[in-house]
Every structure is written in C-alpha cells, then in structure tokens.
C-alpha cells in the first residue's frame, strides 16, 4: 500500500476521545485481523490505557478464517505485536468446510460468532471493531444496490448488538437482519442487554481509512494487506473500486455516510411511531403466539408504519426472523388490493413463518402451521423403507 500523504494521524487526544465512552466498561474484546484498521486500533488502544487510571480488561482476538495461506501468518503477526503492547491476545479459527457461494456473507457469520464466544470466555461486554468511514460508504452502496429501504440505508451505527451464541436460520439475528445489519436499535455503549448480548462498538466509523493508515506509518508499524480486498469476485471489492469515479461526482465517503445518519434519523422517528401505533392497535386473540389489528385503523395510518407495524407483528409470531423487505411490500400491496375490492371476503397468505388472515374488520396474525414434505419425498421415505423390507424377507 502506497504511503499516504497530507493526510494527519490519529493523535493520542483524539484517540481518548474516540474511546471515552468506552472507559467505564468491565472489559473490552478488540477484533484484529491485522489489517491497517484492526491494527491501528490496538495501536490507539494500547496508547490510551495508559492514559487512564482505571483500565478495562483488554483483549485482541485474531480469527484466522483459514482462507489463505498468509492468513496463519498475519494472524502470529498480530500475536507479536499485542505482547509487545502489553495487550493479551488469543488466536480462534473458522473451521470445517467453507462454502463455494456467499463466502463473504458465511465469513461474517462466523467471524461474529467466534468473536461473541471469545469475548464470553474473557467476560468482555464490548466488542469493538475497526469499522471506517470507508466501510460505512461502502455499506451504503452495497445497500443501495440490492434496494434497501429507510432502515437498510441507514447502514453501520457506533453502537449495536450482536448475539452472544450461534443461532438457528429460523431465529432472528440482530447482527444480520434483513434489512440493517447494523443490529437492534441501542442508546449507547451503557445500556442494558439482553443476556448473552454483546455491544459491538465502532469507534472508527466517522474516521477515513486513510487515517489510520498515516497513523501506522508515522508510528513505523507494519501491517498486514489482505488481496480479498480488491478481488473483483465481491461486490465490496467492485463497489471500492468505483468509489473514486463516483467521488468525482461529488458521491464521496462523506456524503455517503451524512445519507446514512439522515437515515438512522429519520428511521428512529419512524420507529417511535410504530411503537406508539403497536401499542393502541395490536391487541391478542384467542390463539396463543397470535395477534389481532383493526384493519380501518391500519388502513388510515401513512404507509410505511403500516408496513413496519405488520412486520413487527410477523417477526414477533412468525419463526423465521424478520421477513424480506419486498416480500412484506408484496404482501401489503395484496392486503391493501383486497381490503378495497372484497372487504368481506378471506385473504390469507404466509410470510416468515407466520400467517396472516384478513377477514371483515380484522387483520390476524398467528404462527404457520408446519409445512408439510412433498408428496415425492413421502414417496422416496415409503420405497426405501418397503426396499429394506424386501430385502429383509429374502
């Protein structure tokens, strides 16, 4: 990587500031891949508890996904360097078969759920990442791209929760929702989780990459450059690729990331709304793990908190997380279709593992029945157990 010129390191003051809200927390697990993000800040991070009286338990994790062979390597590398800070560190590896397609999106998955079991083994409540500016314009983009809406768009935020264990593809996961990956909606870096929750931390992310880059060279620490970062095979890499065009357009880091806060914004006033529309118009039925809305009422709220009123009450029925934006759209364009031609006729439809029946004055929600198998598979279970019979016969 080329050095970086006219562009000011981090200094040790402005590092303290970064990580002030971080002072007060019973332990801290740094993610340190050891790239010059990662690296830069267990750089800072080293520097600023000396500073402080009171010093939060520190630990620097390396998950090593095994996917190159450099990756060992780097991964002692950032071993060497944590003790020669004086920071403890630990190495975790991604094991077992890696998938062929979507490898970035299963790294990531696994990436957080080895970080979430390690920072449990340290007792660490914080996890904190080296996410940038650069990383959230990125998200932006790659947001855009597949059609995000409001909360999509609103990309990474400083603070935001991850679960402490692995969960099932039919559990919601706040750290990889369908639409903002950036977590469940938190206050900051003090607030009560649920149990085994993490807060994942990015005090990085109003600051350019470039940055941290300067910081390491004027500190003459080495880091490590990873090729994935520029193979034209990930959408990240192609969108980083294109970044200085659109910059030249006026489309920089900056811009991108003001139209994530103005998102994260304008959500968060939404989402008080459809708090205050769950509480007056969602009310129980007779079925358990089922909920009730007056469909007038739904019908004279602006569209949007209607949508997000109806996914709240799928996610919180339903057993598949949180449906897919446009399937939600869809469905509510069918409920909206049919509430205006046949108001007094039956509408049901499935969605994340919820069903929703819209009869006369009423829109019911309640957990889908299990699906049943295909009648061929039956078939296939039936002639292999009549085959071991036969063949048990003879």
């Not at 200094?11 to 303290?16: G, K, L």
Request: glycine share 8%; with cysteine.
């Amino acid at each position: 990587m080329p050095a970086v010129h006219h562009v000011a390191p981090i200094s040790v003051s402005e590092a303290s500031s970064l990580f002030a809200d971080l002072q007060s927390s019973s332990g801290l697990l740094l993610a340190v891949s050891g790239g010059p993000d990662s690296t830069a800040l267990l750089v800072l991070m080293a520097r600023w508890l000396k500073t402080l009286r009171k010093v939060p338990k520190l630990t620097a994790v390396t998950v090593d996904h095994g996917l190159r062979p450099e990756s060992k390597r780097e991964a002692s590398d950032v071993a060497r360097l944590a003790k020669k800070l004086g920071i403890s560190h630990r190495i975790v590896r991604w094991t077992g078969k890696k998938p062929t397609t979507g490898l970035q999106q299963a790294a990531r998955r696994a990436r957080y759920e080895l970080l979430a079991a390690a920072a449990r083994r340290a007792g660490a409540e914080h996890i904190v990442t080296a996410h940038t500016l650069d990383d959230q314009a990125e998200t932006v983009l790659m947001r855009m791209a597949r059609g995000s809406g409001i909360s999509g768009l609103g990309a990474m935020s400083r603070v935001s929760v991850i679960p402490g264990r692995a969960r099932s593809a039919s559990t919601p996961n706040p750290a990889t929702s369908t639409e903002d990956a950036s977590g469940s909606r938190v206050r900051g870096p003090r607030c009560a989780l649920p149990n085994d929750t993490f807060l994942l931390v990015r005090p990085f992310l109003d600051i350019p990459k470039a940055r941290l880059v300067a910081t390491l060279q004027s500190l003459g620490i080495k880091f490590a450059d990873d090729p994935s970062n520029r193979d034209p095979r990930f959408t990240r890499s192609r969108l980083r690729a294109v970044m200085p065009a659109l910059a030249d357009e006026g489309l920089d880091a900056l811009r991108l990331a003001a139209l994530a806060r103005r998102m994260r914004r304008a959500d968060a006033a939404i989402e008080a709304v459809v708090d205050r529309a769950m509480g007056e118009m969602i009310s129980e039925t007779a079925v358990q793990d089922a909920v009730s809305i007056d469909a007038a009422r739904m019908g004279d709220l602006p569209a949007e908190i209607a949508l997000r009123l109806l996914g709240r009450a799928i996610t919180s029925v339903g057993d598949e997380g949180q449906p897919q934006l446009a399937k939600l759209e869809a469905l509510m364009a069918s409920l909206v279709s049919r509430a205006k031609t046949d108001p007094n006729g039956r509408f049901r439809r499935t969605l994340a593992g919820a069903m929703v029946t819209f009869h006369g004055e009423r829109i019911v929600i309640e957990r889908a029945p299990a699906r049943r198998r295909p009648r061929h598979e039956k078939n296939l279970t039936k002639g292999a157990s009549g085959s071991g019979k036969k063949r048990k016969a003879r």
